[in-house]
């Protein structure tokens, strides 16, 4: 090693979750060589540089472990109809409508993350009014289910007489007529890449288009201070597109993939499986699903939906779902299934276990994207099979009061239950699931800690509070457990890579409201800067 290459990084408090006392680290080429205190790696490598941040705040870089990185370079090429962009259906309207007025023979108007509790309703016939013969497909900010206006629905072969797709379902008004909405199977079908059926009228942006939407998210989120992602549903084109970027110096962004399960097979017969790749691109393992969404109501639960006999969706069949999972554990690959009302979960619990019991497999971890909705049983069964929860870490500051009039008082104080996991002595991560909630990671540790909605203020389910410093441990140490990282992320240790951030603020010491405020500096990538805020 050359000494003159070392670099020493340090600032007034060095949060590096390393077990002892750190307030320095060296770095040579991407990884820790050395931690201590600043005096001592002085005396140990006299001609290395040092950097020193002063009254500023390092802590290790943050790690989302469900995030959709190929939904959101396609969503950025069209329109944001979120509720910060659009705070009324008027508004949004009028956004659709101007974009149609200037749309191609064939092109589609597409437009993700509408909120229909905070924005209002959106049908088909407003669309139609603004829209009149081009296709438009807005997607809701779960992302399990849309809006269509008519000529979409033509063009999509659906009619007053159709029959919704298996797991899907096509929303109707009160006179039975279909009004646009296109949920779950219905949606997926058609929308994404990674699910999609062949046939799709909805043509793809090229891939030179969509590099141009990861390089955004990209800056975005290292602007947030994310070192780390799990990509958590990518297909071929994903696949090739990160690849790309991959070749090009494009992704400075750790990225491991949950691979569709419908692509599985063409990965099995190329022997690709958990762990294939590098430390910039790896394959962490196969995704599929049991249910719906939270946000969009749609999840599979016991009890119905508060004010409702509506109990969500099953959207995957249950024998089909216990196949390929068997098939991808007997090959030794690691499986995140999304499951997030309490039926489903237990129905996962059940597949999961069967499996261990027939073909166990010590140290193969398999995750429980979401794992929303809980009770004290599916955590015992989940401590026991040794199996990782990926929960919202920001939905209640995102939803705030409106996930008790969707599910209940009760209920709420069983969902994103960190503290619960914890208490179970359950793995748990942090995600944020964007761009179905909101990416940034100190919002998430806030949400955490706080319970409390950042609009309406209201705060929900309290009892599942955390510390600061577990919520930074989840978005770290257990964001890297997650995709079979833990040797080599979430620490500011020797060996570990020099992935961390430079915060202007302690995030553990701070009032807990004001976390999400907290300035990111600097983000660093293998000891590399990434980001600046200036």
Same mark, same amino acid.
């Given at each position: 090693?050359?000494?003159?290459?070392?670099?020493?990084?340090?600032?007034?408090?060095?949060?590096?979750?390393?077990?002892?006392?750190?307030?320095?680290?060296?770095?040579?080429?991407?990884?820790?060589?050395?931690?201590?205190?600043?005096?001592?790696?002085?005396?140990?490598?006299?001609?290395?540089?040092?950097?020193?941040?002063?009254?500023?705040?390092?802590?290790?870089?943050?790690?989302?472990?469900?995030?959709?990185?190929?939904?959101?370079?396609?969503?950025?090429?069209?329109?944001?109809?979120?509720?910060?962009?659009?705070?009324?259906?008027?508004?949004?309207?009028?956004?659709?409508?101007?974009?149609?007025?200037?749309?191609?023979?064939?092109?589609?108007?597409r437009g993700s993350r509408y909120d229909d509790t905070k924005t209002g309703v959106l049908t088909r016939e407003a669309l139609d009014a603004v829209a009149g013969a081009v296709p438009v497909l807005v997607t809701q900010v779960a992302g399990h289910w849309g809006v269509a206006n008519s000529a979409a629905l033509r063009a999509l072969g659906y009619h007053e007489d159709s029959v919704p797709p298996p797991g899907g379902d096509l929303g109707r008004d009160a006179a039975g007529r279909l009004d646009g909405r296109l949920i779950e199977r219905a949606l997926l079908d058609v929308a994404y890449a990674a699910t999609g059926t062949a046939g799709s009228p909805i043509t793809p942006s090229t891939q030179?288009?969509?590099?141009?939407?990861?390089?955004?998210?990209?800056?975005?989120?290292?602007?947030?201070?994310?070192?780390?992602?799990?990509?958590?549903?990518?297909?071929?084109?994903?696949?090739?597109?990160?690849?790309?970027?991959?070749?090009?110096?494009?992704?400075?962004?750790?990225?491991?993939?949950?691979?569709?399960?419908?692509?599985?097979?063409?990965?099995?017969?190329?022997?690709?499986?958990?762990?294939?790749?590098?430390?910039?691109?790896?394959?962490?393992?196969?995704?599929?699903?049991?249910?719906?969404?939270?946000?969009?109501?749609?999840?599979?639960?016991?009890?119905?939906?508060?004010?409702?006999?509506?109990?969500?969706?099953?959207?995957?069949?249950?024998?089909?779902?216990?196949?390929?999972? *068997?098939?991808?554990?007997? @090959? !030794?690959? %690691?499986? $995140?299934?999304?499951?997030?009302?309490?039926? /489903?979960?237990? =129905?996962?619990?059940?597949?999961?276990?069967?499996?261990?019991?027939?073909?166990?497999?010590?140290?193969?971890?398999?995750?429980?994207?979401?794992?929303?909705?809980?009770?004290?049983?599916?955590?015992?069964?989940?401590?026991?099979?040794?199996?990782?929860?990926?929960?919202?870490?920001?939905?209640?500051?995102?939803?705030?009061?409106?996930?008790?009039?969707?599910?209940?008082?009760?209920?709420?104080?069983?969902?994103?239950?960190?503290?619960?996991?914890?208490?179970?002595?359950?793995?748990?991560?942090?995600?944020?699931?964007?761009?179905?909630?909101?990416?940034?990671?100190?919002?998430?540790?806030?949400?955490?800690?706080? *319970?409390?909605?950042?609009? @309406? !203020?209201? %705060?929900? $389910?309290?009892?599942?509070?955390?510390?600061? /410093?577990?919520? =930074?441990?989840?978005?770290?140490?257990?964001?890297?457990?997650?995709?079979?990282?833990?040797?080599?992320?979430?620490?500011?240790?020797?060996?570990?890579?020099?992935?961390?951030?430079?915060?202007?603020?302690?995030?553990?010491?701070?009032?807990?409201?004001?976390?999400?405020?907290?300035?990111?500096?600097?983000?660093?990538?293998?000891?590399?800067?990434?980001?600046?805020?200036?």
């Amino acid at each position: 090693m050359n000494e003159t290459d070392l670099v020493i990084f340090t600032a007034r408090l060095v949060h590096a979750q390393a077990g002892v006392p750190v307030a320095a680290f060296a770095v040579a080429g991407e990884r820790i060589v050395a931690a201590g205190t600043p005096s001592g790696l002085r005396a140990d490598f006299p001609r290395a540089r040092v950097e020193d941040f002063g009254a500023a705040t390092i802590v290790p870089g943050f790690n989302d472990a469900h995030i959709h990185i190929g939904l959101t370079a396609e969503d950025l090429l069209h329109l944001d109809l979120s509720h910060a962009a659009v705070a009324t259906i008027d508004v949004l309207l009028d956004r659709v409508g101007a974009r149609a007025a200037t749309a191609t023979p064939g092109e589609w108007v597409r437009g993700s993350r509408y909120d229909d509790t905070k924005t209002g309703v959106l049908t088909r016939e407003a669309l139609d009014a603004v829209a009149g013969a081009v296709p438009v497909l807005v997607t809701q900010v779960a992302g399990h289910w849309g809006v269509a206006n008519s000529a979409a629905l033509r063009a999509l072969g659906y009619h007053e007489d159709s029959v919704p797709p298996p797991g899907g379902d096509l929303g109707r008004d009160a006179a039975g007529r279909l009004d646009g909405r296109l949920i779950e199977r219905a949606l997926l079908d058609v929308a994404y890449a990674a699910t999609g059926t062949a046939g799709s009228p909805i043509t793809p942006s090229t891939q030179q288009q969509r590099m141009t939407g990861l390089r955004r998210a990209i800056e975005q989120w290292h602007a947030a201070g994310l070192t780390s992602i799990c990509d958590a549903l990518v297909g071929p084109e994903d696949v090739a597109l990160l690849h790309r970027a991959r070749r090009s110096g494009d992704l400075t962004l750790r990225t491991g993939m949950l691979l569709a399960v419908d692509h599985y097979q063409k990965a099995r017969e190329l022997g690709v499986g958990s762990g294939f790749g590098d430390d910039l691109l790896r394959l962490v393992g196969v995704k599929s699903f049991v249910d719906g969404a939270i946000g969009g109501r749609t999840c599979l639960l016991s009890e119905p939906f508060t004010g409702t006999d509506y109990h969500g969706l099953q959207i995957t069949d249950t024998d089909e779902l216990r196949e390929s999972i *068997r098939r991808v554990h007997a @090959d !030794g690959n %690691r499986m $995140g299934v999304h499951a997030n009302g309490d039926t /489903a979960i237990r =129905l996962l619990l059940d597949i999961y276990a069967e499996i261990a019991g027939t073909d166990p497999k010590p140290g193969l971890r398999h995750r429980i994207e979401h794992c929303t909705v809980v009770d004290d049983d599916i955590l015992r069964r989940m401590r026991a099979l040794d199996l990782i929860a990926v929960p919202f870490a920001g939905y209640v500051a995102y939803h705030g009061g409106a996930l008790e009039s969707w599910y209940g008082p009760e209920r709420v104080r069983r969902m994103f239950a960190h503290r619960s996991f914890l208490d179970a002595g359950v793995t748990v991560a942090g995600s944020s699931d964007y761009p179905c909630g909101p990416y940034q990671p100190l919002l998430g540790m806030q949400s955490m800690v706080t *319970r409390q909605g950042i609009d @309406d !203020g209201v %705060r929900v $389910g309290e009892n599942q509070r955390i510390s600061a /410093a577990e919520a =930074l441990a989840i978005y770290t140490t257990g964001s890297a457990a997650a995709s079979g990282d833990e040797h080599r992320k979430g620490r500011l240790a020797p060996g570990f890579l020099a992935d961390f951030v430079v915060l202007d603020q302690d995030p553990l010491t701070i009032d807990p409201a004001g976390i999400a405020s907290i300035g990111v500096r600097h983000t660093y990538v293998g000891g590399r800067r990434v980001w600046s805020a200036g």
